[in-house]
């Protein structure tokens, strides 16, 4: 049998590279613009046609090509920026790979010019599906420009699964903001369809996103800055009054370069906690600095996923460095971050004067004395004396119980904590009325005294078994959406997605596709509010992917643990009469009521003993 075995065309082999590099008009704007930063540039102007599907260019005044590099550049894997697999480890630029300009020219018409300092002209060339069309001797000034056309020209289907303009510039956009926030000594200028969007003068970190995001960010960002052997935190998280309902301002960049990490997202996240509500995240902008040695680009060709070598010491320290600004923030906040807050007398006590400890004897105290008056007198039987003495409180009142279950609860000890189960009915029966404490607690009475529920861990065991239930028996009510939404995630969060997507339909999710990066939702749980959809998806995946690495339980006791977590009220959150009520009947319906799924204790029971004692 003859061979069979053939090595594809150039063009070939590139058309199919571009696949991978090139996504939509976005990607071509990243790679552009971070071979313009390689090229050592102090201006860049970026210009878009058409959410880019008609024109994207790319001028900045940077080192420029010579007439053989020029060409070289369109090879693949032609490079200036590596030359052996050690550099690798120890990557500078943004680019490495030599792939992105010969996998654009695969797919679209190029026209580039470009000059170096030393050349008295420059060289103007055209491609067309990786064939030169023509190459001239031009006047251009120093540095390069880069001009895409009719991307996907050759690709129908990648073509029509553009979206529409808005979606793409909104793309195009996004990209535009990581590149230049993190160079904020470059200047930059974005026009669109002949308008001037963005104009980015040379300036520092904080006004660079000062101009990004607008001037209401001056006052909301707060510094961070940490040292440590192993990273460099530096950047600006948004005060907590700030957090915003939907995902969008949180930016991670690794040796200046844009990441996205749902873990180290969580640290930061797990900084806030308590701080902000539940269904709202914190705005972030966060630059780390990692030896190159320490970090591995190569994973992706799209290059936002990175892989460090020790994410868990980043993750611990990223979270107490942000609660360290958050604190400082708290202490001072005149924004007088450089001061010393150690150095401080809390506030209550400057104003104190020195006063002397009073104390005060109660000579009526008799150690030995019988609490309560009692029928039984066994001494050595504690337990027993105090719950008859509880029925004879309540003899007066025509109120003999003789239910066993109730009164075997009914115990006056010292200890808060009891862990004994109610049957739903005998709180229903005895539940006079209820009110929040602190919005915190929900407080009620009960036979034996007052009930005071966590309200937040209440819910959470409530919740946790919903979902555990549904899950088992596929029954959740979907909500469907009239508009589907649209949400992006990175490969990591959708192989997540992917394989607790049955769990997630169960309860009540539904999605179009799991294939892309932009994620169709089409129906949600009904107890997820349509503006939170994004938040808590995000928070699952962060919170699946956590739980995952400790172990042994079930994807669906992880996954309703996660939901109870993220859906549940939170401390803070005011509770109306009817949910409270709700709240006390649902909890002592469940099967576990003592703990949240956390192993929490989510009430406690203060006797009147406990409550006479107070007033002896
Ligand atoms: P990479 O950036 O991974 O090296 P590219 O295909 O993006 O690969 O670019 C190939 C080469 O072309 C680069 O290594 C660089 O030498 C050169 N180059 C690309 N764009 C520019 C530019 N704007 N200015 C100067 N040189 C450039
Ligand atoms: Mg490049």
Redesign the pocket.
């Known amino acids: 049998m003859a061979d069979i075995i053939k090595l594809l065309p150039d063009h070939v082999a590139n058309q199919i590279a571009a696949g991978e590099v090139v996504q939509r008009p976005a990607s071509v704007v990243k790679?552009?613009m971070?071979?313009?930063i390689?090229?050592g540039?102090t201006s860049i102007k970026l210009i878009v046609k058409d959410g880019g599907k008609t024109l994207i260019q790319?001028v900045?005044d940077?080192?420029?090509?010579s007439e053989t590099?020029a060409r070289?550049?369109?090879e693949r894997h032609?490079?200036?920026?590596i030359s052996s697999a050690q550099d690798l480890f120890n990557l500078q630029?943004?680019?490495?790979?030599?792939?992105?300009?010969?996998s654009i020219a695969a797919i679209a018409h190029v026209d580039m010019q470009?000059r170096t300092a030393d050349n008295e002209v420059g060289t103007h060339l055209k491609i067309e599906g990786s064939k030169i069309i023509s190459q001239d001797v031009v006047a251009t000034p120093k540095?390069?420009s880069?001009s895409v056309k009719n991307l996907f020209f050759n690709i129908p289907a990648r073509r029509n699964f553009l979206k529409s303009n808005q979606v793409e510039l909104r793309h195009i956009t996004d990209e535009f903001h990581r590149v230049a926030m993190v160079h904020p000594s470059i200047e930059f200028h974005f026009y669109n369809n002949g308008a001037e969007i963005f104009n980015l003068p040379s300036t520092k970190h904080r006004q660079r996103i000062v101009h990004i995001f607008g001037s209401k960010m001056e006052h909301r960002l707060v510094p961070v800055n940490e040292e440590t052997d192993v990273v460099k935190v530096s950047g600006f998280i948004c005060k907590p009054e700030f957090a915003k309902k939907s995902r969008g301002e949180q930016f991670f960049f690794a040796n200046n370069r844009f990441i996205k990490s749902p873990y180290l997202h969580h640290a930061v996240v797990a900084a806030f906690e308590g701080l902000i509500k539940s269904d709202t995240y914190p705005g972030y902008f966060l630059f780390l600095d990692v030896d190159p040695s320490s970090i591995d680009i190569n994973i992706h060709p799209t290059k936002t996923e990175v892989k460090f070598d020790d994410e868990n010491t980043l993750y611990a320290i990223l979270r107490s460095t942000i609660k360290h600004s958050l604190g400082q923030f708290n202490v001072a906040p005149v924004l007088d971050f450089d001061h010393d807050p150690n150095l401080d007398t809390p506030y209550s006590y400057k104003e104190k004067g020195a006063v002397l400890p009073k104390v005060t004897v109660d000579s009526t105290f008799n150690p030995f004395e019988e609490k309560t008056p009692s029928k039984g007198t066994g001494r050595g039987n504690f337990h027993k004396q105090s719950t008859k003495g509880w029925e004879d409180l309540y003899e007066g009142l025509g109120n003999q119980n003789d239910n066993q279950e109730f009164s075997s609860v009914v115990i006056e000890s010292e200890s808060e904590e009891q862990g004994t189960l109610y049957s739903g009915e005998d709180i229903e029966d005895h539940l006079a009325s209820t009110f929040q404490l602190r919005r915190k607690y929900v407080v009620s009475t009960v036979k034996s005294g007052m009930l005071v529920i966590h309200q937040n861990r209440a819910h959470e065991r409530v919740l946790f078994e919903k979902f555990l239930g549904e899950i088992t028996v596929k029954e959740g009510v979907s909500q469907q959406l009239l508009f589907p939404l649209e949400l992006t995630f990175n490969k990591q969060e959708l192989a997540v997605l992917k394989e607790i997507k049955e769990s997630l339909t169960n309860i009540g999710f539904a999605f179009q596709s799991l294939e892309e990066e932009t994620v169709k939702v089409t129906g949600v749980p009904m107890m997820v509010p349509e503006s939170g959809i994004g938040t808590v998806l995000d928070r699952l995946i962060a919170d699946y992917m956590e739980g995952y690495s400790d172990g042994s339980i079930s994807q669906a006791e992880l996954l309703a643990k996660a939901l109870s977590r993220n859906l549940a009220v939170r401390t803070g959150d005011v509770l109306d009469q009817e949910s409270q009520l709700i709240l006390v009947n649902n909890l002592f319906a469940c099967k576990e009521p003592n703990l949240s799924p956390f192993q929490k204790i989510t009430y406690t029971i203060i006797s009147e003993g406990d409550i006479d004692k107070k007033f002896n």
Do not use: P, W
Request: negative net charge; proline residues 0%.
């Open positions: 790679e552009l971070e071979n313009a390689d090229a540039s790319v900045d940077g080192l420029g090509m590099d070289l550049s369109f032609a490079t200036s920026k630029t943004k680019g490495f790979r030599g792939e992105a300009l010969a470009t540095g390069t880069i």
